[in-house]
């Protein structure tokens, strides 16, 4: 079983070669697109958490998670566009916005 | 019509590309750029049996129009315009498009010996996935860790490092950007059809062809180039491309939001002339449609939003074309204000409404007023710059020259080169639907004669096919 595991499947080994080698080309692109990724992973994950109590504007998210309103509208619509969430009845001059039932998860973003 | 007879070069439209190793074709025609200009002017020398490929930048055809919430003076819907022509060019067997690629060089070689070839080395660059492969599933774009600004939707909403560039976009073929991408490999593990390509590299292909349109279209000129209205760094102060993007219906929102919070807005004005007849941005000439989308747009704007005030702040409103003022007028009885004035400055003010500074035209002097959304009616500068990369003659404007521009409108100083569109001048669709048309024409004209000359080689009546052609070249 053990010797099953460290195996060496020859076709798998050379993509994961070529895949390091490649990360290492593009090291100048492959560094700020993981610092960006896990940015935004954060960021929306506040998001869920706050959707997670009760529908709210996008200021008022903001203000829940500490994100810039701009970023947290930008974010919204991102997720909105990827079933992740879903807007909402309207409070004075803002739609509220809530997580969308079972919605499918935008990757790990 | 017999293709045939119009067209020797029938078979051979070879072009590989797109992931193969390079690629060649011999069409009788190619249409640089793949807006609706390059689209009409290649369904319409389709449709009379000659062979084009269409070559654009962008990973989709469409141009601007694909871009376009609802177009005056009809307010019919762009996309069900559009897209109807943009898959009859797919799907038309004389019609080859080629995505993502730059023109290198395109130039008349042998011009000697017959009127010789156009000859166009393109660089096409890697999309990253297997065109052949895709099948447009989305799967990898619902799988991939990274948003990036969206340049389709304004940059009001993410998009991801590998996508499908937008709903209605042809071909609905993934794309991956590199300067986005952290190689985490996601795409490839959910990709039905092992369509990701992570090494692909660019390819050179080389085209061949009698006759090229040139329908490279416009660009809008830069908010970042003005720097009385912020250089593009107010906040809720944005451009009329994003505008349309927020009107349409697959827009970032859904709806008019403004983008700094999320805000409906109650008050939204239009600086028209922001970027056109303005000698201090290099553009003295007068974009020409600007007037007439901002008032499509405050029509729609006050459809979506029946509450909010609508304000154009205009020099004089340019109504040119049929129907038109009719359209200016009906948007003054829906209660659209207008203010002959010109725009001095803007600025943030707290709680994101934008002041505009303007001088009133009609005596009121200088005066002040706030907006919660700003749009600037900016200008069209042109889309491509040949420079080095072809010797066709380009006019003081910076737009393509055109040799004689009431007779023969889409005549370049190249012979057997065209011009269609916006590529030769500010324009609507319907001029240039109409000048696509008409350099179809002049572009099958010359083709024939060439075919005729080809066919009467070394005869007697050389002399005058050779003539002919120069006509049908040159008016
Ligand atoms: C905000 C706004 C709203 C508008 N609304 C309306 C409206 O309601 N009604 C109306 O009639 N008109 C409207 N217009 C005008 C309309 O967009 C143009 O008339 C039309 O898009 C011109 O089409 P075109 O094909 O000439 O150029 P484009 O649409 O610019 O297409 C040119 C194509 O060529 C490609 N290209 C450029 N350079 C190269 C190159 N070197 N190699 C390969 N490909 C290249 C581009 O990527 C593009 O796909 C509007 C314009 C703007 C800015
Ligand atoms: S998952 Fe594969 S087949 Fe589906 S869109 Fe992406 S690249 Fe194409
Ligand atoms: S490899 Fe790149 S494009 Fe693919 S999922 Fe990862 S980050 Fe996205």
Same mark, same amino acid.
């Given at each position: ?21 490649? @990360? ?23 998001? @869920? ?61 | ?11 051979? #439209? ?59 003076? &009809? ?20 019609? &080859?498009?080629?995505?993502? =690629? ?21 660089? #096409? ?68 059809? #092992? ?5 692909? +590299? ?17 660009? /809008?000129?830069?908010? *970042? ?48 002339? *922001? ?15 600007? =007037?007439?989308?901002?008032?499509? $747009? ?27 003022? $009719?359209?200016? #007028? ?30 009133? $035209? ?5 005066? &002040? ?38 007779? /023969? ?17 500010? +324009? ?16 099958? +004209? ?7 000359? *080809? ?8 002399? &005058?096919?050779?003539?002919?052609? $120069? ?5």
């Amino acid at each position: 079983m053990t010797q099953a595991k460290t195996e060496r499947t020859p076709g798998k080994d050379a993509k994961k070669d070529a895949m390091k080698a490649l @990360r290492a080309e593009r090291a100048q692109w492959v560094g700020p697109a993981t610092a960006k990724a896990a940015e935004h992973k954060k960021a929306q994950k506040a998001i @869920r958490a706050c959707l997670a109590q009760a529908s709210a504007t996008p200021p008022e998210i903001a203000a829940a998670t500490g994100l810039a309103p701009d970023t947290t509208l930008w974010l919204l619509a991102s997720m909105k566009k990827f079933g992740e969430v879903v807007e909402a009845d309207k409070t004075g001059a803002y739609y509220r916005y809530a997580l969308a039932a079972q919605a499918p998860e935008s990757g790990e973003g | 019509m017999d293709s045939a007879a119009h067209s020797p070069q029938d078979s051979p #439209q070879v072009v590989t590309g797109t992931g193969g190793t390079g690629g060649m074709g011999v069409f009788d025609a190619l249409v640089i750029g793949g807006g609706i200009a390059g689209l009409q002017t290649a369904l319409d020398l389709a449709d009379q049996g000659y062979s084009c490929a269409v070559v654009e930048k962008d990973a989709s055809i469409g141009g601007a129009m694909i871009r376009l919430s609802k177009v005056f003076p &009809t307010l019919d819907c762009a996309s069900c315009i559009t897209t109807p022509k943009m898959a009859a060019a797919a799907h038309h067997e004389k019609i &080859t498009l080629l995505t993502c =690629c730059d023109v290198d060089r395109l130039e008349r070689v042998n011009a000697d010996e017959d009127g010789g070839s156009l000859v166009a080395t393109l660089t #096409q660059r890697p999309r990253h996935v297997d065109i052949e492969a895709c099948i447009g599933c989305r799967k990898c774009e619902y799988a991939c860790p990274v948003l990036t600004p969206d340049a389709e939707q304004g940059g009001f909403s993410g998009r991801k490092a590998i996508r499908i560039p937008f709903s209605n976009a042809i071909p609905q073929k993934a794309v991956l950007d590199v300067e986005h991408c952290m190689l985490c490999g996601k795409c490839a593990e959910v990709c039905p059809t #092992q369509a990701i390509r992570y090494d692909q +590299k660019p390819e050179q292909l080389r085209l061949e062809a009698r006759a090229a349109v040139l329908a490279t279209g416009f660009r /809008l000129s830069p908010v *970042a180039d003005k720097r009385q209205y912020g250089l593009g760094a107010i906040p809720n102060v944005i451009d009329s491309l994003q505008m349309e993007r927020l009107l349409a219906p697959h827009g970032p929102y859904g709806r008019v939001l403004r983008p700094s919070d999320g805000m409906i807005p109650d008050s939204i004005a239009y600086v028209q002339c *922001a970027g056109s007849r303005d000698a201090s941005m290099g553009v003295g000439y007068c974009s020409r449609v600007c =007037c007439m989308y901002a008032i499509k $747009q405050a029509m729609l704007l006050s459809g979506s939003l029946p509450l909010a005030d609508i304000t154009i702040y205009y020099m004089d409103i340019r109504a040119f074309g049929k129907n038109y003022e $009719q359209f200016y #007028q009906n948007a003054k009885a829906m209660g659209i204000e207008f203010v002959k004035a010109k725009v001095a400055s803007l600025d943030p003010t707290e709680g994101g409404a934008v002041t505009v500074h303007y001088e009133d $035209q009609t005596g009121a002097g200088v005066a &002040t007023r706030e907006h919660d959304l700003v749009v600037l009616s900016m200008g069209m500068l042109p889309g491509w710059q040949p420079g080095q990369v072809c010797p066709v003659a380009i006019a003081a404007d910076g737009f393509i020259d055109t040799v004689a521009p009431k007779t /023969l409108p889409s005549l370049t100083a190249m012979p057997g080169v065209f011009v269609a569109g916006a590529a030769a001048g500010p +324009k609507d669709i319907v001029d240039t639907i109409t000048e696509a048309g008409g350099a179809a024409m002049q572009a099958a +004209k010359y083709l024939a004669a060439r075919a005729a000359n *080809a066919g009467l080689a070394r005869t007697p009546q050389a002399r &005058t096919e050779k003539a002919s052609i $120069q006509e049908a070249s040159h008016g």
